[in-house]
């Protein structure tokens, strides 16, 4: 088989034990015995507008729990098409596109948008006019989506691409960075909320009512990846810097009464633009918010984090109350997703200014080192990487999340991300861990395609592998199993392994918490300024996060702070397992196992371990590494359901892939075993071959079909009866194989 770890030498991908992953257009036969359109609603919206509940959980118009398995999706967006030398060459089918996300389990698109005036197709326009063509492209998506029972969470500003013209008059001018401006600036905000309301309150021509009256909306995100606690804060100059200082000085003031108070409270700290005279006071580095500083440095610094979060804040609440009250839009709002400079210490600031919407998000990655002249956006020849697993080290996890306790969280962005090698355990083992811990929602990122992503280049123009996709066989042709296992509950909710309440000055004054979502906390060292008094006296290991839901409560009373996880972890075997009892991961071997009545399955490094005896079923292979996975179709337990779908994952790389092993200089003096692409290959995809050998205890099975990768049969495969166990050998070219009667 193909070498997994590393390249022990310069190997070329396709060839005998590969299959070429070329799959026919999806004909949506009405046969097809593996569609999981059914899942969703009819139309989407069709009971009214999606809820939160007070446990933090999301609801249908009805009343009825649900979870969505979502994605991000550009299709349709390039209007008129404009087909390029290396890339796609036909327009992809927006109808098409939502029929096909359907069938795999998809009930959740996020358009990614860009609402602002586009200066370079029209540069007289008014701040206030909307980007005309990103408004009919997220129009005529909405209405496809419902058509096919998917819901929308709709993206409508990233700073990045922000650009501003002089005409507009705005502070600081037309070539300055828009990080940070939308939280305060006035005049972005009216050009902003402009943009909404025509987004939202004018009719949408492919549906015939306003997005602000179509339930199957439901979600709005404010915007996409900023902070005041990131680093970008730092891009922040000028006339706006100065507006922001007078609006320090002005919460200064009211704190403490007067500039001098200010300046007594702060023990004489200044910075050297301050104009105390005016009442504008500078703001601190980032940089600083972890260190060791003197009691008046400390203060001021406290005093920036609570005004920059409060802040956020503030912009939040205007903005949800505009899109309510004005608007009269009732679709949940999410204020960002965004990470800050210091994960331990400011990422509760950052979910606390979220409070005034109803949903929190984050945007959160799995990737490996990626070295290359084009790493932010292409693979090209030459590039080193490394290759990791969360198998092996699952503290990276995205589904790693602390949760503001009673409030829902989504993942809006996310993938296993090129050109790391090992992700047909992400659907499995995001679908299981969010189970576990209450996560709601999980937005794979992304496609521009209306069905699979074959391998091409990056941008159409240059040679190169794109890294940003989801549509591959490893990650979208593992799709099914885990959309039916996370969608149908089949994985139990677990009791809080941990939770901590914290109160708001704690945060200003940079304590740290318990255990934080940043991978890289250390309980030992990041942990050693607790809140006096707490009944959690020292950080808590980060694979809490793998024994069941990770809580913060924004309150007064630390003491009523609580973990319970330490005896879920089996340091001796390398083992942590939920408190439901349901999963379990083995970092030293490299598994992680899922036991349900209803789904069992296991995503490992076979070549460490390769049989694996779960309650009902059975996984014997040969291959290195894979994903595995029984699922009941019908509700049943394994044991009597008359259909169950298994899905198999292997891994997969371009045709003619080369890699072969490098060193990787980290800067520094320092560095890291890894792996250099020689070649980045071409389409299509290579697929290892299947060596899978499964049992499962189900006395009424008597029929094993083999699929194709659009779900329609194609063969029969072998069965072996053993009394109440069946055994078969999975086919070693295909993915899914259903068992009936």
């Not at 940043?518 to 009944?535: A, L, Q, T």
Request: neutral net charge; contains cysteine; glycine residues 10%.
């Amino acid at each position: 088989m193909l070498p997994l770890l590393v390249a022990l030498a310069i190997q070329t991908w396709g060839g005998p034990d590969t299959w070429a992953f070329a799959p026919p257009p999806d004909d949506f036969r009405s046969d097809a015995m593996l569609d999981l359109r059914y899942l969703n609603e009819k139309v989407a919206g069709e009971s009214g507008y999606v809820t939160a509940d007070d446990k933090g959980d999301f609801r249908l118009g009805n009343g009825k729990p649900v979870r969505f398995w979502a994605v991000n999706s550009g299709v349709g967006r390039d209007v008129p098409f404009h087909p390029r030398p290396l890339g796609r060459q036909t327009e992809p089918d927006l109808a098409r596109h939502a029929r096909f996300l359907a069938k795999r389990g998809v009930n959740m698109t996020r358009l990614h948008a860009q609402l602002s005036p586009d200066l370079g197709k029209h540069p007289d326009a008014k701040i206030t006019d909307v980007n005309v063509e990103e408004r009919d492209w997220i129009w005529r998506s909405v209405a496809a989506m419902k058509k096919e029972g998917i819901y929308t969470t709709i993206s409508p500003y990233w700073m990045v691409p922000m650009k501003f013209s002089k005409a507009w008059g705005i502070p600081g001018g037309a070539d300055q960075s828009a990080a940070g401006l939308l939280f305060f600036d006035r005049t972005l905000q009216t050009g902003y909320r402009a943009w909404l309301r025509a987004l939202l309150s004018e009719k949408n021509p492919y549906t015939g009512i306003p997005l602000a009256k179509d339930p199957s909306v439901a979600l709005l995100e404010l915007q996409n990846e900023d902070s005041l606690l990131f680093w970008t804060f730092g891009n922040i100059k000028g006339p706006q810097k100065h507006a922001l200082g007078a609006r320090f000085g002005e919460f200064l003031v009211k704190r403490y009464g007067s500039v001098q108070k200010t300046i007594t409270a702060w023990q004489g700290e200044k910075l050297p633009e301050d104009d105390s005279a005016a009442g504008v006071f500078d703001f601190y580095g980032l940089w600083e918010v972890p260190n060791q500083l003197s009691a008046g440095k400390s203060q001021r610094l406290g005093d920036q984090i609570e005004f920059l979060t409060e802040t956020m804040r503030q912009f939040n609440k205007e903005t949800a109350d505009f899109i309510r009250n004005e608007l009269g839009c009732k679709a949940l709002v999410n204020a960002g997703n965004w990470r800050t400079a210091d994960p331990t210490r400011l990422q509760d600031a950052e979910r606390y200014s979220y409070l005034p919407t109803e949903v929190d998000a984050v945007n959160k990655y799995f990737s490996g080192i990626h070295k290359g002249p084009n790493e932010g956006w292409a693979i090209v020849n030459g590039d080193k990487f490394t290759s990791p697993s969360l198998l092996l080290d699952p503290r990276p996890g995205p589904f790693n999340l602390k949760q503001t306790h009673g409030r829902p969280i989504v993942v809006t962005e996310s993938s296993w991300v090129m050109p790391a090698g090992y992700s047909s355990e992400g659907p499995l083992m995001t679908a299981a861990y969010q189970s576990l811990t209450g996560v709601d929602a999980y937005y794979w990122f992304a496609t521009g395609d209306d069905e699979w992503s074959q391998p091409g280049s990056a941008n159409g123009y240059t040679p190169s592998q794109t890294k940003w996709l989801f549509a591959n066989p490893d990650m979208l042709g593992t799709f099914p199993a885990a959309a039916l296992m996370f969608r149908s509950g089949y994985v139990k909710r677990g009791t809080p392994a941990v939770y901590e309440v914290r109160r708001p000055a704690d945060i200003w004054k940079r304590r740290t918490p318990i255990i934080s979502e940043e991978p890289g906390f250390d309980p030992n060292r990041d942990s050693k300024d607790v809140v006096p008094g707490m009944p959690v006296t020292s950080g808590v290991n980060p694979l809490a996060f793998l024994v069941g839901p990770v809580e913060v409560a924004f309150g007064d009373d630390p003491a009523k702070s609580r973990v319970d996880y330490s005896k879920y972890i089996d340091a001796g075997t390398s083992t942590v397992r939920s408190n439901t009892g349901e999963l379990a991961l083995n970092n030293d071997k490299g598994f992680c196992t899922i036991d349900t009545p209803s789904a069992q399955g296991v995503a490992a490094f076979f070549g460490k371990h390769p049989a694996f005896k779960l309650s009902d079923v059975t996984f014997i292979s040969r291959n290195d590494y894979g994903a595995a996975a029984a699922v009941s179709m019908d509700g049943k337990p394994l044991r009597e359901s008359s259909k169950i779908l298994l899905q198999f994952g292997t891994r997969s790389r371009p045709t003619g892939w080369q890699e072969k092993e490098t060193t990787i200089d980290l800067g520094g003096g320092k560095s890291t075993p890894g792996l250099e692409v020689v070649s980045f290959g071409k389409a299509p995809w290579q697929v290892v071959n299947a060596d899978l050998e499964i049992a499962i205890h189900n006395p009424s099975i008597t029929r094993a079909s083999v699929l194709d990768m659009n779900g329609n049969a194609i063969g029969v495969v072998p069965l072996k009866r053993e009394g109440e166990i069946v055994r078969l050998t999975f086919p070693k070219n295909a993915m899914y194989v259903i068992l009936g009667r």
